[in-house]
C-alpha cells in the first residue's frame, strides 16, 4: 500500500495538455465496440483499472480486443448483437461497479449463464438496484444476501422480453444496463428516469443508428437487427479534469488551457457549480463528433463564494462532489450541498470520508443525511489523512493538501488508478511536482 507526501506549493501552476481519458466513454465504447459487427476503432480509451475490467470481461465472452495503450485506443473485433458466446469463468470486475452493472445487462441477452464478482469493496456495494429490473427481460438474476449483493449471476437468453422500467432514482448506470438489455428485445422497451443522468449510451447507439428516443423523461429503445462496427472518438474526462481545474483555480496567478474536454450537458454540473461559485474559466471551440459535445476549457485563479447544490443539479455532478467540497472549505461563506445520499454507497461512504478528511485539516464540515454544510474559509493544516481506497477522495485531498499549509500525508493512493492513473504525472506537467510517493 503506497501513501503521498504532499507538500504546500506557494507558486502558480500553468500551462496546456489534454484532457484525461474518459472512463464512462471508454466502459460504454468497448461494450458497444463488442456488440457492433466487425471492426470497431475506440480512439481516446482510457487504460485505467476499471476500464481495463471491462476489457477483461468482454474478452471472456469471445470478442477480440487489441489494446495499443500509447495511441489511447483499443481495437474491437465482433460477431455483434446475438453472438456472443457464453463465459467459461467468472467474471471478476475488480474495483469497477459500472462494470458490473452495464455488463449484467448485457449478459441478459447471451445465451447461457454469466457470473459476476468483484473486490472485497466492490463485494459490498448493493447491486439489487440493477437485478431487480434485469428480471423483466425475463432472465434469471439471483445474487448473496436475498439477491442484494455480488457475487450474482445472470441466465440469460438470446432474445429478451420487451419491458417498461420506471427508475425511482437517477441512475445512468442502471439505464445503461437496460439499454443493452433492450436492444435484444423482441419489441420496444421503455425506461423512465425522474431526473437526466448521463446519456452516453444513447449518444454512442444512436450515432452509430439505433433507434433511441427520449420523449419527455421516457427513453424509448427499438432492437436493432444488428450494430455496424465504426470508428468511435471519444473527448476528455471533465470530471478526472475537474481536481486539475480546482487546483488552478485555488492558486494565486495560475492558468492553464485543457485541450478535448467532454462536455455532455449531463456531465457539466460541476461547470455549473464553479460559475456559481465565481469561477473564472471559459469553453473555447466547442464542437460535436460521435455524438458527444466537446471543446476547450481554459481556466484561471478565482476567488469563491459558497452556494447551496440542490437535489436537482447532483446527477449532473456526482462525482465532482468530494472535490466540490474541497473548493467549498476554500470559498467565502456557506455552501450547502443536498440530495446526495447516494454518495454514501460508492466506493467508500463519500459523504462521510471526505467530511472526515476535511475536518481533519480544519475546516469546518457538518455531515448530513443526504449531504453536507460547509463553512469556509479555511486555512488547511497537514497531518495524516484517509483515503477509504477511494479515488476521488484521494484525488481531492491531494488538490487540498497543494493548496495547505502545512505538509500532508494522504494514505492508500494506489487507488488514483482506478480512473486516473495518470494524475500525479500531470500535476507535474502544470509545475508541481512537490510529492514524494513512498510505500506505507
Known amino acids: 500500500m503506497k501513501e503521498v507526501l504532499i507538500r504546500p506549493f506557494s507558486k502558480k501552476v500553468e500551462g496546456e495538455m489534454r484532457a484525461p481519458r474518459d472512463k464512462s466513454l471508454s466502459h460504454r465504447g468497448a461494450m458497444i465496440g463488442a456488440l457492433s459487427q466487425g471492426v470497431t476503432v475506440v480512439d481516446g480509451f482510457s487504460f485505467c483499472a476499471d476500464c481495463l475490467s471491462t476489457l477483461f470481461g468482454l474478452e471472456l465472452w469471445g470478442v ?8 489511447e485506443r483499443i481495437i474491437v473485433k465482433s460477431k455483434g448483437l446475438g453472438k456472443l458466446k457464453e463465459s467459461e469463468n467468472v467474471i ?16 441478459t441477452g447471451i445465451d447461457g449463464f454469466t457470473v459476476f464478482t468483484g473486490d472485497s469493496s466492490l463485494r459490498q456495494r448493493p447491486m439489487k438496484r440493477v437485478m431487480e429490473p434485469l428480471r423483466l427481460t425475463g432472465a434469471e438474476v439471483g445474487g448473496r444476501k436475498d439477491n442484494s449483493f455480488p457475487p450474482f449471476f445472470v441466465r440469460g437468453k438470446n432474445r429478451v422480453k420487451a419491458f417498461f422500467y420506471r427508475l425511482p432514482l437517477p441512475s445512468a448506470q442502471v439505464k445503461s444496463a437496460l439499454i443493452f438489455a433492450a436492444l435484444r428485445g423482441e419489441g420496444m422497451s421503455f425506461i423512465e428516469e425522474p431526473l437526466p443522468s448521463r446519456d452516453h449510451t444513447e449518444n454512442l447507439l444512436r450515432y452509430l443508428g439505433v433507434k433511441i428516443e427520449k420523449k419527455n423523461n421516457i427513453v424509448e429503445i427499438e432492437p436493432p437487427s444488428f450494430i455496424p462496427a465504426s470508428y468511435l472518438s471519444l473527448p476528455g474526462d471533465l470530471s478526472s479534469a475537474s ?16 485541450k478535448d474536454v467532454g462536455l455532455n450537458p449531463t456531465r457539466t454540473g460541476f461547470l455549473t457549480c464553479l460559475r456559481e461559485m465565481g469561477g473564472n474559466f471559459k469553453i473555447i471551440g466547442e464542437r460535436e463528433e460521435c455524438g ?32 466540490i467540497a ?3 472549505a476554500k470559498a467565502e461563506g456557506v455552501t450547502i450541498i443536498s440530495g446526495a445520499e447516494e454518495l454514501r454507497v460508492k466506493e467508500t461512504d463519500r459523504l462521510k470520508a ?12 457538518e455531515e448530513r443525511k443526504d449531504g ?5 474559509p479555511c486555512a488547511f493544516q497537514g497531518g495524516r489523512v484517509k483515503s477509504y481506497g477511494d479515488h476521488r477522495i484521494a484525488m481531492s485531498l491531494v488538490i487540498a493538501g497543494i493548496v495547505g499549509e502545512k505538509d500532508l500525508i494522504v494514505e492508500d493512493v494506489d487507488c488514483v488508478k482506478i480512473s486516473y492513473p495518470n494524475f500525479f504525472s500531470d500535476l507535474e506537467k502544470i509545475g508541481y511536482g512537490e510529492w514524494e510517493m513512498r510505500e506505507r
Open 92 to 107: 471478476d470486475t475488480g474495483n469497477s461497479g459500472t462494470t458490473m452493472r452495464l455488463l449484467a445487462g448485457i449478459a
Open 372 to 376: 453536507l454544510l460547509i463553512q469556509g
Open 243 to 258: 481536481f486539475l481545474i480546482a487546483l488552478v483555480t485555488l492558486l494565486p496567478q495560475s492558468r492553464i488551457l485543457i
Open 354 to 365: 471526505i467530511a472526515q478528511g476535511l475536518r481533519e485539516l480544519g475546516a469546518t464540515v
Open 292 to 323: 458527444e459535445r466537446r471543446g476547450d476549457i481554459e481556466v484561471e485563479y478565482s476567488s469563491l463564494r459558497g452556494i447551496k447544490i440542490g437535489e436537482d443539479l447532483i446527477p449532473l455532478l456526482i462525482d465532482e462532489i468530494p472535490v
Open 326 to 328: 474541497v473548493l467549498a
Open 64 to 71: 477480440e480486443i487489441t489494446k495499443e495503450e500509447e495511441k
